[in-house]
């Protein structure tokens, strides 16, 4: 998967790994969410696109140095 490779990448170069849209009035593979989803629901995964899960679920899995 490409995203793997990308994600690599940018731990070998200490990169941040944020590379994806939250715009949501745009067709495109990259979106976090779904077309029309509105910003006061951008908290809802039900409303996340594929790629908004993939991303997730990566920062969920990896230590980003911050603790709640």
Do not use: E, H
């Amino acid at each position: 998967m490409k995203s793997n490779l990308w994600w690599q990448f940018n731990d070998q170069y200490q990169l941040s790994y944020v590379n994806w849209a939250a715009y949501t009035d745009y067709s495109a593979n990259a979106n976090a969410f779904w077309n029309g989803t509105q910003y006061d629901q951008l908290n809802n995964a039900s409303l996340w696109a594929p790629s908004g899960i993939l991303v997730n679920n990566k920062y969920q899995s990896t230590n980003q140095g911050v603790t709640c």
